[in-house]
């Protein structure tokens, strides 16, 4: 009996001593729509979030085929980030399935990270359904130049600024780590691209006009007709004689579209097909955002070179 109450008294001690594992902070679940808000949500939020993204690099972010579990993954998030621009629009349907108000539209739960890019493509005319899948905030593929991904981290860091205000300074020290970070990563991504200045390249589809517009690529074609319409054999015709008028050497093309017109259209000018990933995880060596940019720049200099 004596020895029992000893053993409650004392316990009773250790926890007022060491609390911490009693009281220990639950980690703020963020869901992200692609894999690349996910690995920066990572590098803002480190031990004080729990990030997962409901797609993979390997899959072709306009088009996500939406499941249960991810609306289950949505039930419980504290904060929903999205590439916006009506690129992921698939998301709407899971938020209103997940019955979460904390990641609804205007909740300190839902962040797109549009906000504050500087867009490209802005449609001026307007649009139609012949014009494919025309993106109508303008071209939402900002996040592969690495100065949006300066702009996406400042998103994140001030929303988690507003959820865990007690965690400010910790989450500033990331987002400052990260920007320093981009900055000398950049130096040395301009230097290895740079002796291909005012080169031109094709691409498959329209997602590349950030990254060539800040490492001085001119894009002389597209391998679709139309954003979104697959190629046709009277376009890669007109696509075949630009290159070869051109001297177009590079086929630049991303991980999950189909390799065929471009391997013909290759065969045909003696382009190079450069494939790459376009997200965090559309190749294995691509684990990060970083690895993700290092990937595409060394793919384009290695093709540049030969
Ligand atoms: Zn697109």
Redesign the pocket.
């Known amino acids: 009996m004596k020895i029992s109450k000893f053993l409650v008294f004392s316990l009773a001690i250790l926890l007022l001593v060491f609390p911490l594992p009693l009281r220990a902070e639950k980690p703020i679940k963020i869901i992200t729509t692609t894999s690349d808000l996910a690995s920066i949500a990572k590098e803002i939020g480190k031990e004080k979030v729990e990030v997962v993204s409901l797609s993979k690099g390997t899959q072709d972010p306009?088009f996500i085929e939406v499941r249960p579990s991810m609306v289950m993954k949505l039930k419980n998030a504290d904060l929903l980030i999205l590439v916006g621009m009506h690129?992921d629009v698939w998301i709407q349907a899971l938020i209103d399935a997940s019955r979460n108000h904390k990641i609804k539209y205007g909740q300190p739960g839902y962040l797109d990270v549009s906000a504050g890019i500087e867009k490209l493509d802005i449609p001026t005319s307007k649009i139609d359904a012949s014009m494919g899948?025309v993106?109508i905030y303008g071209?939402?593929?900002y996040w592969i130049d690495p100065e949006n991904a300066k702009v996406i981290a400042a998103n994140i860091a001030r929303r988690l600024y507003e959820i865990s205000p007690e965690d400010t300074s910790y989450f500033k020290k990331n987002l400052n780590k990260f920007n320093e970070r981009v900055d000398k990563k950049l130096i040395e991504w301009k230097k290895k691209l740079a002796p291909f200045k005012g080169q031109k390249i094709a691409v498959y589809?329209?997602?590349w006009p950030y990254f060539t517009n800040r490492f001085g690529f001119i894009v002389a074609c597209e391998l679709e007709p139309k954003?979104?319409i697959p190629p046709s054999p009277g376009h890669l015709k007109e696509v075949i004689e630009r290159m070869r008028q051109e001297n177009v050497r590079v086929i630049l093309m991303e991980v999950f579209y189909d390799e065929e017109p471009a391997r013909f259209v290759a065969q045909q000018t003696g382009a190079k097909v450069v494939v790459v990933p376009n997200s965090v995880g559309g190749a294995k060596e691509a684990m990060d955002y970083f690895s993700l940019v290092d990937t595409i720049v060394e793919k384009i200099a290695r093709a540049l070179e030969g």
């Open positions: 306009h690129l899948h993106h071209n939402p593929h589809h329209r997602s954003p979104g």
